[in-house]
């Protein structure tokens, strides 16, 4: 059974990613290690611990990482992502705080530990900033040969950034740390907005959770209703709202649900076009490829694995 960590700036979909790796079988959610974003820090954590608890898991363990870039000494909250995520990162839905808390483990050193001891069944999936797992390359570079995969949520190849028309969110909070991880040779898919923005959650399917009556999938459905209703703003061309981070989760558990273009990338750290993830021209005819960009989904496959997994974990939650 393969064994995931999740990374998270615990936002919307990253309380959907989570739901959608504890609803399926084939994995082991083994540690969810906390970054910045979406929300503060310390807001993701307190997040990713009150989601766990009401979807009816206290035992997944929670690890502070690292609270800014690479390249700041800060950081603040977008209002853009108050707007999308709500001012507490989950719809501005009021659950109830965990009586856990975090692990006095680093989420670096937990990442590190974690390769060293599961190796290839070992599967990492950020959906926020890289800047955890570029600072574990960093410490432990060893770790790039020896982990199973990376997915990353992030990245856009071949339409606009949702920033900018280079730049996706997720890149944009530290490039430098996407940029490291890109050229370090560490096996990585990227999941970018080519891909993400096809998968649609709307009202119809958020009822779904709403009917069940039990208090996980109440939540579920007045945070994602949140999410749509933020997106009938932002891109009301859409029709609902984008399943970003669950479409990670769930090509780290089915990479068939993707179709993967094997490239060598890189992330443009200056200028105009910092952020961009592009082809990198100098490894272009390098024949070993480390990573791979999702350019197709298999739309309604991944709906029902969505719908089926999560509304299946609400119901025996209560």
Known sequence: MKKLILDLDTGVDDALAIAYALGSPEVELIGITGTYGNVLLEQGVRN????????GHPEVKVYKGIEHSRTTDSFEVLEISKFIHGDNGIGDVEIPDSPREAESESAVDFIIDAVKTYGKDLVYVPTGPMTNIAA????????????????????????????????????????????????????????????????????????????????????????ADFYIKAYETTSPHLGGCGLHDPLAVGVAVDPTLVSLLPINMKVDVDGPTRGRTIGDETRLNDPHKTMKVALGVDVPRFLDEFMTRITTLAQHAG
């Open 48 to 55: 990713a611990l009150a989601v766990t608890d009401i979807l």
């Open 136 to 223: 574990a390359i960093e410490k432990a570079p060893e770790i790039k040969d020896e982990i199973g995969d990376i997915v990353l949520m992030g990245g856009a190849l071949t339409v606009p950034g949702n920033c900018n028309a280079c730049m996706e969110a997720n890149i944009s909070q530290d490039p430098e740390a996407a940029d490291l991880l890109f050229r370090s040779g560490a096996p990585a898919t990227m999941i970018g907005l080519d891909v993400t923005l096809q998968t649609l959650l709307t009202y119809k399917e958020t009822a779904r959770w709403r009917d069940l009556g039990t208090k996980a999938g109440t939540f579920l459905a007045d945070m």
